[in-house]
């Protein structure tokens, strides 16, 4: 599988982007997807994931009433809509994948996705 994140910019606080993740190589039926971000000097960290089979999202506590994951099935395709973005969210931003429909104790974690995209930068800035 082979991932291309796209949708990164220059915005200001308050502000909304919307970051896509095409995925290609094979059609996604059971994967789970994952969005992480690394800010700097910061460690990576998990931002949003969604099961492709069901599409149950899961969310980081920071970003949880402010970004939205979704899925389009027909384009391979995932998004994760920003809102009310803030300079703590600048960050290049990475989409994953996992050949697994991952449980909830795990879907967090970077370690079980297997596929990483190149990451697209976010910077929030007045």
């Known amino acids: 599988v082979q991932l291309q994140a796209s949708g990164g910019g220059l915005v200001q606080p308050g502000g909304s982007l919307r970051l896509s993740c095409a995925a290609s190589?094979?059609?996604?039926?059971?994967?789970?997807m994952g969005w992480f971000r690394q800010g700097p000097g910061k460690e990576r960290e998990f931002v949003a994931a969604i099961r492709w089979s069901g599409g149950n999202t899961f969310y980081a506590a920071s970003v949880k009433d402010r970004f939205s994951m979704s899925r389009n099935s027909a384009q391979n395709t995932v998004y994760l809509r920003m809102s009310n973005l803030q300079p703590e969210d600048t960050a290049v931003y990475y989409c994953a994948a996992s050949e697994l429909s991952l449980i909830a104790s795990e879907i967090r974690k970077s370690a079980p996705y297997n596929y990483w995209g190149q990451g697209t930068l976010v910077t929030v800035s007045s």
């Open positions: 190589g094979r059609t996604l039926s059971r994967e789970t």
